[in-house]
């Protein structure tokens, strides 16, 4: 039920993180996966990483915050591949800030990446699914699209529009044949929790709020990816995917240092 073979699937921002680790599982499972990434070197490194375990895998440059970026890159994947079956959409930014001090700037540069890019990602993808009648979009949400902290309300915000977005097109593309989820990790170490990671006390506070009382390694997130892709998840859409450690089901509270 999992296996992928003879699938195409994009990833944007697989060139680290959450990104590598689901292209890397998804060629595993046997797709051809097209990493994309604004680091081209990133991308080109998943690349070489997916082909050196004997998958097959090419490499994009793209920053989804550019609408004409965004459709430039499906239309390079129309023209080398006969369809798209898979597209998973991760990047995402964080300016941590009281709502007092973010700036006009600082809201508009969230709002480009997380919600406006991954937007210009469902619809490009969407549509060229609803063409080949077939498909499954995936973007990563978060938990804070459902919990908050201080410090946290635009991307908190743009993470629960995510949600949002993917229940609306998975109510208009299923009569199309096309799947839309997104799935919510927790604490997960990546580049983009440097910052926790910097402070000893926030840190450990992150690890002892999931039940397992610690972190999540950004490969724990490939398989929700992977199930979420495959025909194992033929009748799931519309849906949010928690893979955080129990963090949403527990309680428990820390205010960061902000």
């Known amino acids: 039920m999992f296996r992928l073979d003879g699938k195409v699937a994009v990833v944007i921002g697989g060139g680290s993180g959450i990104g590598r680790a689901s292209s890397q599982a998804l060629a595993a499972q046997g797709a051809t996966v097209a990493v994309a990434d ?25 920053d989804i915050a550019q609408e004409d970026g965004v459709g430039r890159l499906f239309a390079q994947l ?29 809201l508009d540069r969230v709002l ?15 549509r060229r699914m609803a063409e080949q009648g077939r498909g499954s979009i995936i973007a990563l949400a978060s938990i804070r699209a459902q919990t908050v902290e201080p410090g946290q309300s635009v991307y908190a915000a743009t993470k629960a529009g995510i949600v949002l977005l993917c229940r609306a097109l998975a109510a208009e593309l299923g009569p199309r044949g096309v799947r839309v989820n997104a799935v ?8 983009l929790t440097s910052q ?7 840190h450990r506070a992150y690890a ?32 949010l995917l928690f893979a955080d450690g129990g963090w949403t089901a527990v309680d428990g509270r820390f205010t960061p240092p902000l």
């Open 38 to 62: 604004l680091n081209a070197d990133g991308a080109r490194a998943t690349a070489a990483l997916i082909e050196e375990a004997g998958g097959r895998a090419e490499a994009h440059q793209v």
């Open 78 to 106: 129309a023209a080398r591949h006969a369809s798209l079956d898979v597209a998973v959409v991760t990047p995402g930014i964080n300016v941590r800030k009281p709502i007092l001090a973010y700036t006009a700037e600082e």
């Open 112 to 126: 480009a990446v997380n919600l406006k890019g991954t937007f210009y990602v469902l619809r490009e993808a969407g």
């Open 184 to 191: 919510a990790p927790g604490a997960v170490e990546t580049p």
């Open 196 to 202: 926790i990671k910097s402070h000893p006390e926030w």
């Open 208 to 239: 002892e709020k999931s039940v397992f009382h610690r972190w999540a390694a950004p490969d724990e997130m490939a398989g929700p990816v992977v199930f979420l892709a495959s025909d194992a998840a033929s009748f799931v859409t519309g849906s």
